[in-house]
C-alpha cells in the first residue's frame, strides 16, 4: 500500500523559491520517483525524476529546478520561478520504471493529490 502526499505549494512572484515534498517516498521501493505538472491542457508533464538516484530535470526547468530525496520525502527545490511555471505539481512513484520512460507519466502508477504552485508577474 503506497500513498504519496505532496505539500509546500503556494503562490509567489516570479523570481521566487518553493520547495515542495512528497511524503511517503521510500527511496528502495521504487525503480522511478518523479515530479509532474499539469497545466490547463491538462496533460501531465515531467518535470523531474529519479531513477535509482539518478537524477533527471526537464530541460525547461534545468539550472532552477531540483529534485532530491531523504529518508522518505521527495523533493523538488523549484527556483527563480516563472509564469509558466504555474500549474499542479504531483509526486509521482513507480516500482517497474525504465530509464528511458523515467518522465513519462505512464510509468508511473502511484500518485499524490497534486499540489498547486501559482507564480505572477
Known amino acids: 500500500q503506497v500513498h504519496l502526499v505532496e505539500s509546500g505549494g503556494g503562490s509567489v512572484q516570479t523570481g521566487g523559491s518553493l520547495t515542495l515534498s512528497c511524503a511517503g517516498a521510500g527511496y528502495f521501493e521504487f525503480n522511478c520517483m518523479g515530479w509532474f505538472r499539469q497545466g490547463p491542457g491538462g496533460e501531465r508533464d515531467g518535470v523531474a525524476s529519479m531513477y535509482f538516484g539518478t537524477t533527471t530535470v526537464a530541460d525547461s526547468v534545468k539550472g532552477r529546478f531540483r529534485i532530491s530525496h531523504r529518508g522518505t520525502t521527495l523533493y523538488l527545490t523549484m527556483n527563480d520561478l516563472k509564469p509558466e511555471d504555474s500549474a499542479k505539481y504531483y509526486c509521482?512513484?513507480?516500482?517497474?520504471?525504465?530509464?528511458?520512460?523515467?518522465?513519462?507519466?505512464?510509468?508511473?502508477?502511484?500518485w499524490g493529490q497534486g499540489t498547486q504552485v501559482t507564480v505572477s508577474s
Open positions: 509521482a512513484a513507480a516500482q517497474e520504471c525504465t530509464f528511458a520512460d523515467r518522465l513519462a507519466a505512464r510509468s508511473y502508477n502511484y
